[in-house]
Structure formats: structure tokens, C-alpha cells
T-cell receptor, first 115, second 113 residues
């Protein structure tokens, strides 16, 4: 079974608008971490934001926020005020304590910001 | 900090040759990951070390692949013999501890012809 599911292969958003990238996960662990990474066309992997399973507040980092709904096992990334430079592939990932804390990734969502 | 350093950045080799990819993790990080990225299969975890010990190698595709971490500052991924289907971008990543975010190297683009 897929541990991380990203159902949106591609998304478009108008510049300056907000966009939500979906991520659902599958785990029976109580202790786990959720991560989002950005991969621009240049190929590097850039860490964006982290949410711990015990964190009660949603994580925020600048224009990035993570909409963490534990009961639904979802960890959607919200990008506010989109910029052209946000066009990239976005990956959701998870580390589970019960799986030795290895880091596994979803299939990714390609985001294109339109001017 | 120089970040995770991978070498070479690009490698083109003939089928049947041995290929060795190298990684220097961030100093002080004790977890190290090797990933392979292709269009078809996405980002696959090949092997994961913690404190230089392989914790999970279930993603290593077959016996042609091997990985070592002789010390905290160096790891290698070897493919012997290489095949065209091994063509991919190989990433190394490291993290400070078992639950933290991982930082990635620039990747090695491998082409096997």
C-alpha cells in the first residue's frame, strides 16, 4: 500500500493567488513526521516545511503552511500569494518511528503559476 | 556549511561497467539516505543508514547494487555491472537525527548506454 498519496499530478494557479496541494498518508504509528519538498526544474530538492504528529498547531514557514488534519490523515500544503518562482514539482514525505524513521516520498504534484 | 556533496554530478558509462557514486553528508548528521529518481518510478528510497549502519536496504533493486558507509563522513553507492535501465538521477540526503528533515545533495545524473 502507498504510504504517501498525492492525487494531483498537476495544478495551475494564477500569480498572487493561494493554492493547496493535497497529501494523504497511511500509518499506524503514533509518532511520525510529515515533510514537504520543492524540486524546481534545475533538479535540486529543497526542504519547505515540517509537521510532527504530536504538534497541535499547523506548521507555517513564510508563505507556506501545512493544513494538518490528523484524523483524516491529510497534510496539505498551502502556498499563499503564489509567485512565478513557485512553479516546480512538490513532494510530500513521511518518517515513521516504527519504520526506523526512513523518509519515503509521494509521487509529487507539478505546480505551474500563470502570470 | 557546504551541504551534502555528491560526486560526480554527471556520469556516462557503457553497459557492463562498474559505477561508483559518492556522497559526503553534512557534518554531524547521523542519518544518510540514497534515492533514485526516474520519470516512471518517481523518488525511490534505495537504502538508509543511521550512525553508519544500514537500517533498511529493502529498496535496493537487485544484487548489482551495493552501498557502504565506512565512516560518518562518506558513503558510496556502487552498481556492478551497470545496465541502461539504471539510468536515473541518484540523490544522497542526510539528516541530523532520526526524525528531522533531510537535506539533499545536488544529485548524480547517471546515463548507461
Amino acid at each position: 500500500a502507498q504510504k504517501i498519496t498525492q492525487t494531483q499530478p498537476g495544478m495551475f494557479v494564477q500569480e498572487k493567488e493561494a493554492v493547496t496541494l493535497d497529501c494523504t498518508y497511511d500509518t499506524s504509528d503514533q509518532s511520525y513526521g510529515l515533510f514537504w519538498y520543492k524540486q524546481p526544474s534545475s533538479g535540486e530538492m529543497i526542504f519547505l516545511i515540517y509537521q510532527g504528529s504530536y504538534d497541535e498547531q499547523n506548521a507555517t514557514e513564510g508563505r507556506y503552511s501545512l493544513n494538518f488534519q490528523k484524523a483524516r490523515k491529510s497534510a496539505n500544503l498551502v502556498i499563499s500569494a503564489s509567485q512565478l518562482g513557485d512553479s516546480a514539482m512538490y513532494f510530500c514525505a513521511m518518517r515513521e518511528a516504527g519504520e526506523g524513521n526512513k523518509l519515503v516520498f509521494g509521487a509529487g504534484t507539478i505546480l505551474r503559476v500563470k502570470s | 556549511d557546504a551541504g551534502v556533496i555528491q560526486s560526480p554530478r554527471h556520469e556516462v558509462t557503457e553497459m557492463g561497467q562498474e559505477v561508483t557514486l559518492r556522497c559526503k553528508p553534512i557534518s554531524g548528521h547521523n542519518s544518510l539516505f540514497w534515492y533514485r529518481q526516474t520519470m516512471m518510478r518517481g523518488l525511490e528510497l534505495l537504502i538508509y543508514f543511521n550512525n553508519n549502519v544500514p537500517i533498511d536496504d529493502s529498496g535496493m533493486p537487485e544484487d548489482r547494487f551495493s552501498a557502504k558507509m565506512p565512516n560518518a563522513s562518506f558513503s558510496t553507492l556502487k552498481i556492478q555491472p551497470s545496465e541502461p535501465r539504471d539510468s536515473a538521477v541518484y540523490f544522497c540526503a542526510s539528516s541530523l537525527d532520526r526524525g528531522a528533515e533531510a537535506f539533499f545533495g545536488q544529485g548524480t545524473r547517471l546515463t548507461v548506454v
